[in-house]
Nanobody
């Protein structure tokens, strides 16, 4: 299973950015895996951002710090999950990772995720 995140970049505070994560793999059934986004800022531990359950229109969960500003979705492109980030703040600056969990239900816990992508940098200037 391979996960490739993209869409990171340099933005100003208040701007929006959309991250994409494309999943691939011969035995990977995208529709059966919950997907999540995590982030890691320099000197800090990797933290949960958002997660979405396996099925189309599945349940979602967000960290308190992004709730109301970020939206996770399973998109129109095959095997892709998105993270729409609005009203970005300097404290959102981090490397963002997408991950796939070996379960169908969303999860906030890093240890529930089996597959990880290499991450994409989001930089927010004040």
């Amino acid at each position: 299973v391979q996960l490739q995140a993209s869409g990171g970049g340099l933005v100003q505070a208040g701007d929006s950015l959309t991250l994409s994560c494309a999943a691939s793999g011969r035995s990977f059934d995208f529709d059966r895996f919950a997907m999540g986004w995590f982030r890691q800022a320099p000197g800090k531990e990797r933290e949960f951002v958002a997660s979405i359950s396996a099925w189309s229109g599945g349940s979602t969960a967000y960290s308190d710090s992004v709730k109301g500003r970020f939206t996770i979705s399973r998109g129109s492109a095959r095997n892709t999950v998105y993270l729409q980030m609005n009203s970005l703040k300097p404290e959102d600056m981090a490397v963002y990772y997408c991950a796939a969990a070996r379960s169908s239900w969303y999860s906030r816990y890093l240890t529930d995720y089996t597959y990880w992508g290499p991450g994409t940098q989001v930089t927010v200037s004040s």
